[in-house]
C-alpha cells in the first residue's frame, strides 16, 4: 500500500460546554501535496453527506484486499477503459470510489 502519514488531534472540550470543539484525523500521502482531514469542527456539513468522494490509488486490487482485511465492507473491482473501482462508505456514512487509473502505455 502507498506509504502515508498520520497524525491526529486530541479532543478540546469548549469552555463549560462539554461540547468538543476541535478533533481530527489527517492523513498525508508521503508523495503527494494532497491530505484527508476529518473530524470534529472541521465544517458545518452533517455527518454522512459526501458522496462520490475519491481517492486515487496506484493498486486497487492490493487497496481493497486490505479493506476486506479490516473488515470493510467494499464492493468488487468494476473494471472500465478509463480505470479499476471499488467502492465502500465510512463508519459516517458518506461514500468513497477507490480509481486506479489505467496503465499508458
Same mark, same amino acid.
Given at each position: 500500500?502507498?506509504?502515508?502519514?498520520?497524525?491526529?488531534?486530541?479532543?478540546?472540550?469548549?469552555?463549560?460546554?462539554?461540547?468538543?470543539?476541535?478533533?481530527?484525523?489527517?492523513?498525508?500521502?508521503?508523495?503527494?501535496?494532497?491530505?484527508? @482531514?476529518? +473530524?470534529?469542527?472541521?465544517?458545518?456539513?452533517? &455527518?454522512?453527506?459526501?458522496?462520490?468522494? %475519491?481517492?486515487?490509488? *496506484?493498486?486497487?486490487?492490493?487497496?481493497?484486499?486490505?479493506?476486506?482485511?479490516?473488515?470493510?465492507?467494499?464492493?468488487?473491482?468494476?473494471?472500465? @477503459?478509463? +480505470?479499476?473501482?471499488?467502492?465502500?462508505?465510512? &463508519?459516517?456514512?458518506?461514500?468513497?470510489? %477507490?480509481?486506479?487509473? *489505467?496503465?499508458?502505455?
Amino acid at each position: 500500500m502507498t506509504e502515508y502519514e498520520s497524525q491526529a488531534t486530541t479532543p478540546n472540550k469548549t469552555a463549560n460546554s462539554g461540547r468538543i470543539a476541535a478533533s481530527r484525523v489527517e492523513w498525508h500521502l508521503v508523495a503527494s501535496a494532497c491530505s484527508i @482531514v476529518i +473530524g470534529v469542527g472541521i465544517t458545518t456539513m452533517q &455527518p454522512g453527506s459526501l458522496e462520490g468522494l %475519491l481517492m486515487v490509488v *496506484p493498486d486497487v486490487k492490493a487497496v481493497r484486499e486490505e479493506l476486506v482485511n479490516r473488515g470493510v465492507d467494499i464492493s468488487e473491482i468494476d473494471v472500465q @477503459v478509463w +480505470g479499476s473501482f471499488a467502492y465502500f462508505g465510512d &463508519p459516517d456514512g458518506n461514500r468513497w470510489s %477507490l480509481q486506479q487509473l *489505467p496503465s499508458r502505455t
